[in-house]
């Protein structure tokens, strides 16, 4: 069992920056993936950026590509997501999850992953 908990989002002007936290507890020492996801309102879930834990590559959609870096701390089981040059488009509550399963992490995260509760960013123009 993994419990997640999200912190750091708030509201910025375009062109801001933010950093999200996802504090692991539990059994995290095989966790395979783990990841953030965000849902605007009236717009489906969309993966934002992933890590795989077996080798610490990433991932990212291409709307984010450049703009976001996901990184872990694998000492303080905290996933992070640094958000620059926010757009108001980025505007949604954004979901940290973590999954033990293995292949695609976007897909494994969506279909057997533990989330945490989100945490809402606001990007004003």
């Known amino acids: 069992q993994v419990q997640l908990v999200e912190s750091g989002g708030g509201s910025v002007q375009a062109g801001g920056s933010l950093r999200l936290s996802c504090a692991a507890y539990?059994?995290?020492?095989?966790?395979?993936?783990m990841g953030w996801f965000r849902q605007a309102p009236g717009k489906e879930r969309e993966g934002v950026a992933v890590?795989?834990?077996?080798?610490?590559?990433?991932d990212y959609v291409d709307s984010v590509k450049g703009r976001f870096t996901i990184s872990q701390d694998n000492a303080k089981n905290t996933l992070y997501l640094q958000m620059n040059s926010l757009k108001p488009e980025d505007t949604a509550m954004y979901y940290c999850a973590a999954t033990f399963s293995g292949g695609n992490c976007y897909r494994s995260l969506a279909l057997s992953g533990y989330w945490g509760q989100g945490t809402q960013v606001t990007v004003s123009s």
């Open positions: 539990g059994y995290t020492a095989s966790l395979f993936c």
């Open positions: 890590i795989d834990g077996t080798d610490g590559s990433t």
